[in-house]
Nanobody
């Protein structure tokens, strides 16, 4: 099992910045991809950004490209989401996700954090 603990959400004014953190623990050696999703009220959860464990390749939702940066600290087993130039439409509960599998021949499982709320308002 993998445990994910997020932190860093809060209230920020439009144009401001926040950094979210996601600390992973447990059987982290099996994590293949980590990412951030978000869900606003009345909307479906959407993928915001991902980072692949091997190689560190990243992927972003089009609407956050150039404003958000996903990164990782392997020594701390932590993934970050640096959010800048925040807009009201970025407000949501942000969830950390880890995709995990025993090996490349086994199914992949999803693990989720508890979520952290980001509010963008003046």
């Amino acid at each position: 099992q993998v445990q994910l603990v997020e932190s860093g959400g809060g209230l920020v004014q439009p144009g401001g910045s926040l950094r979210l953190s996601c600390a992973a623990s447990g059987k982290i050696a099996g994590i293949t991809v980590m990412g951030w999703y978000r869900q606003a009220p009345g909307k479906q959860r959407e993928l915001v950004a991902t980072i692949i464990s091997i190689g560190g390749y990243t992927n972003y939702l089009d609407s956050v490209k150039g404003r958000f940066t996903i990164s990782r600290d392997n020594a701390e087993n932590t993934v970050y989401l640096q959010m800048s130039s925040l807009k009201p439409e970025d407000a949501a509960v942000y969830y950390c996700n880890a995709k995990w599998r025993v090996n490349r021949f086994t199914p992949e499982y999803d693990y989720w954090g508890q979520g952290t709320r980001v509010t963008v308002s003046s």
